[in-house]
C-alpha cells in the first residue's frame, strides 16, 4: 500500500507567536503545514486600543472569524468609497485581494479573531504596510504627497510598526464613525452565529456563509460545526473546495482518504488546525465529553459536500448489494439514512 507522510494537523496556538504593541499573531502557511495547499491562517490577539496597522494583501482574500472580544475594521474600496464596521463574537468579514483595511480592539478585553486566506503561500509577515511604506519613501516625495512639513514627516514611524497601540475608541469620543441607520449585515460584515443552523437532532449543528447570504465573499465561504460527544460529521468530500479547520473547543479525530490505499487519520485539540483537500474523503468525530466546535474555511464562494449516506441513498439496491457485498435488506437500508451529522452509536451497536 502507498504511505504518505503528509500530516493533516498542526498545533497553531502553539507555535511561536510574533509580538508587538498590544498584538499577537501566529500563522500558518504552507511552509509552515505542508499539506495546507490551497489555504493559508492566522490567530490574532488585539488588546484594547491595539491596532493592526492599515494594510493590504496583494495575493490573498481575507475571510474572519471573531472568536471572542470586539473590533473595528476599516476598509477602502478601490473605488474609493471606504466602510467602518464594528464586529463581535461569531461574525465574519471579507475583504477582497489588495483591498486597504485595518483592525483595532474596542475593549474592555482583548479580541481573538482567526484570519483565513485563499492562498497557502500566503503569509501574514509579508503583508503591504502603510509604516514600511512611507519609512522607505524619501521625505522630498511624502511632503508632496501628502502635504507635510518636514518637521512632521520626520515625526513618522522609522520602520514598519504592524501593531500599533492606542486609545479604546468609543461612541463617546469624536471619532466614533457614525451610522444612520441599524442593521444586521452590511457588505463586509456577516453575523454567522446568529443564524438558524442546519441541525439533526442528537448529532450537532452547521451554520453556514456563502455567497448567496454574503455576496462580497465570492472567493471564500465558512461554517461552524457544533458536534455532540461521540457523533460525528460523517464522511464526505467537497468538489469545488479545499476544507481549512481551526478547532475552536473539544477534543476530535479527522481522517483523510487519499485514494490509492492511503488514509491519514490524525487528533485534534482546541488550538489546532487541520486540512482536507479539495475532492479528498473525510469526517469530523467528537472523541470527547463536551461539545465540539470547529470553524471551517473554503476557498470557494460556494459551497458543496457529496456526503457518504446521501450518495448511498441515491443509488438502487441492486447496486449497493452488488457493489458492497450485502445482503438485499441490509443495503435497502442504507437507502433511508441520510445523515449529514451521525448520532453516537446505540451501546448494542459499539
Known amino acids: 500500500m502507498p504511505e504518505t507522510t503528509t500530516s493533516f494537523r498542526y498545533r497553531l496556538e502553539q507555535a511561536t507567536p510574533r509580538t508587538g504593541s498590544g498584538g499577537i499573531t501566529r500563522g500558518a502557511s504552507v511552509k509552515q503545514f505542508p499539506a495546507s495547499i490551497g489555504i493559508a491562517g492566522v490567530s490574532m490577539r488585539l488588546a484594547p486600543g491595539s491596532m493592526r496597522e492599515l494594510h493590504w494583501h496583494a495575493n490573498a482574500a481575507e475571510w474572519a472569524y471573531v472568536v471572542a472580544g470586539q473590533c473595528r475594521t476599516t476598509v477602502l474600496h478601490p473605488n474609493g468609497s471606504a466602510a467602518t464596521d464594528t464586529f463581535g463574537p461569531g461574525d465574519v468579514w471579507y475583504f477582497p485581494r489588495g483591498w486597504g483595511h485595518s483592525i483595532q480592539c474596542l475593549g474592555p478585553g482583548e479580541c481573538h479573531f482567526i484570519l483565513i486566506f485563499d492562498n497557502g503561500d500566503f503569509s501574514e509577515d509579508h503583508t503591504f504596510c502603510v509604516t514600511d511604506w512611507l519609512s522607505r519613501t524619501s521625505p522630498e516625495v511624502l511632503a508632496q504627497n501628502l502635504g507635510l512639513s518636514r518637521e512632521q514627516i520626520a515625526q513618522l514611524p522609522a520602520g514598519e510598526a504592524y501593531f500599533a497601540q492606542g486609545p479604546v475608541p468609543d461612541d463617546l469620543s469624536p471619532d466614533a ?30 451554520r453556514t456563509v456563502t455567497v448567496d447570504e454574503f455576496p462580497i465573499s465570492k472567493g471564500m465561504a465558512g461554517s461552524i460545526l457544533e458536534i455532540e460527544p461521540c457523533a460525528m460529521r460523517e464522511l464526505h468530500w467537497h468538489p469545488n473546495a479545499d476544507e481549512w479547520q481551526y478547532y475552536l473547543e473539544g477534543s476530535a479525530e479527522m481522517a483523510v482518504f487519499l485514494a490509492e490505499g492511503q488514509i491519514v487519520t490524525e487528533t485534534f485539540e482546541a488550538g489546532d488546525i487541520g486540512y482536507a483537500p479539495m475532492g479528498a474523503g473525510h469526517y469530523i468525530r467528537n472523541t470527547g465529553s463536551t461539545v465540539l466546535r470547529v470553524l471551517v474555511g473554503f476557498n470557494n464562494g460556494h459551497y458543496e459536500a457529496n456526503d457518504l449516506s446521501a450518495w448511498l441513498s441515491s443509488n438502487p439496491v441492486d447496486v449497493l448489494a452488488t457493489n458492497l457485498g450485502l445482503k438485499r435488506e441490509i443495503a435497502a437500508g442504507l437507502r433511508n439514512r441520510s445523515r449529514f451529522i451521525a448520532p453516537p452509536l446505540a451501546p448494542a451497536t459499539r
Open 177 to 206: 464613525e457614525p451610522r444612520a441607520t441599524p442593521a444586521l449585515t452590511t457588505p463586509h460584515r456577516y453575523p454567522l452565529l446568529a443564524q438558524q443552523p442546519r441541525r439533526v437532532p442528537g448529532g450537532g449543528t452547521q
